[in-house]
């Protein structure tokens, strides 16, 4: 069964940092393409960053650029999101996401077969 884990969210105040941490069994993380979903009270699921695994190429929806850095371990089988410089709009549970291909945008949410439970962000003023 594969199971994708997320941890690291928090209570942290604007212009903090978090690091979300997303640990993944059932397969080889360096296999797939993987991203990072948010979604805020009353606002639909959105892209926030994600990677080709298999083609090297990184992707960063234009709220965060500057601010998240995607990465992944492969030996521990963990995906990561680092934080910084957090805003308020950064607020909301964030998903980790795994897929073996996508068509046009790894920051589509339908491209994903295999989803993490999300563990909540809070940014205060």
């Known amino acids: 069964e594969v199971q994708l884990q997320a941890s690291g969210g928090g209570l942290v105040q604007a212009g903090e940092s978090l690091r979300l941490s997303c640990v993944v069994s059932?397969?080889?993380?360096?296999?797939?393409?993987i991203g990072w979903f948010r979604q805020a009270p009353g606002k639909e699921r959105e892209g926030v960053s994600c990677?080709?695994?298999?083609?090297?190429?990184?992707f960063y929806d234009d709220s965060v650029k500057g601010r998240f850095v995607i990465s992944t371990d492969n030996d521990k089988n963990t995906m990561y999101l680092q934080m910084t410089n957090l805003e308020p709009g950064d607020t909301g549970v964030y998903f980790c996401?795994?897929?073996?291909?996508?068509?046009?945008?790894?920051?589509?949410?339908?491209?994903?077969?295999?989803w993490g439970q999300g563990t909540l962000v809070t940014v205060s003023s």
């Open positions: 996401a795994a897929t073996g291909w996508y068509g046009t945008s790894c920051l589509n949410d339908y491209e994903y077969v295999y």
């Open positions: 059932g397969l080889k993380l360096g296999d797939y393409s």
């Open positions: 990677m080709s695994s298999y083609r090297q190429n990184t």
